[in-house]
């Protein structure tokens, strides 16, 4: 059963969303470090949401919608701010010389673009407490259900990291250092675009 869940947090993180942009974003303007540093914020707020899923906080979510729409709409501003950003960014290199310039400063904003787009988005708590529900019974000791959930994090820490170390090839980057506006064009819709469909899924419940 340790290995269906792996393969399940594996599965999660692989399929596109908000996490999967904000890495490739971040890989591709500012290189290796800063996208490794995106990957580990993303597994530092999993950690989070394992924790109030194994302590029942999830449950509230499901009990109390407001709880889960204020969360939902803080979640889809910031993924507008990441939009925004990626959408007005000079087209003249500046600000990647900046971000060598400034080093350590924005391996941390790497992080925290990381950890802030996945603890907002209170749909991973309740991708816990699905899987939970099925890997987990009422007799499950609270050690296991600790493992269950470091095995996602430990899964989605490898993929994105992975994929950071992927994008922000010399390759990967030589190309985008072409193309780079239309590029932070198109990922600034794509995470424009979650951010609405949070939204109008806020609007319409």
């Known amino acids: 059963m340790f290995v269906e869940v ?21 890989s591709l303007s500012f290189g290796a470090r800063v996208g ?11 950690i989070i949401h394992i924790a109030y899923t194994v302590f029942g906080f999830a449950f509230l979510l499901q009990q109390h919608p407001g709880l889960f729409y204020a969360v939902q709409l803080m979640g889809a501003l910031y993924l507008i701010w990441l939009g925004y950003g990626a959408l007005t ?36 708590a309740l991708f816990f407490l699905s899987v939970f529900s099925q ?3 009422p007799d499950t000791s ?11 994090v430990v899964a989605v820490a490898l993929w994105f990291t992975a994929l ?5 090839s010399a390759k990967f980057r030589a190309f985008y250092g072409k ?14 675009y979650f951010a609405l469909r949070i939204i109008f899924s806020f609007l319409l419940a």
């Open 89 to 124: 960014a000079s087209a003249d290199g500046e600000d990647v010389a900046v971000e060598k310039a400034v080093g350590r400063k924005k391996t941390l904003h790497g992080f925290r673009d990381g950890f802030l787009c996945n603890v907002l988005n209170p749909k991973a």
């Open 135 to 137: 890997f987990l019974t």
């Open 164 to 168: 950071s170390l992927l994008i922000s």
């Open 36 to 46: 490794a540093a995106t990957a580990l914020g993303i597994a530092s707020a999993l």
């Open 179 to 192: 193309y780079r506006v239309w590029f932070d064009r198109l990922l600034g819709i794509v995470l424009l």
């Open 142 to 152: 609270s050690a296991v259900r600790w493992i269950y959930g470091a095995e996602i």
């Open 6 to 26: 792996f393969l399940v947090g594996i599965l999660a993180s692989i399929s596109p969303g908000p996490d999967f942009f904000v890495v490739m974003k971040n």
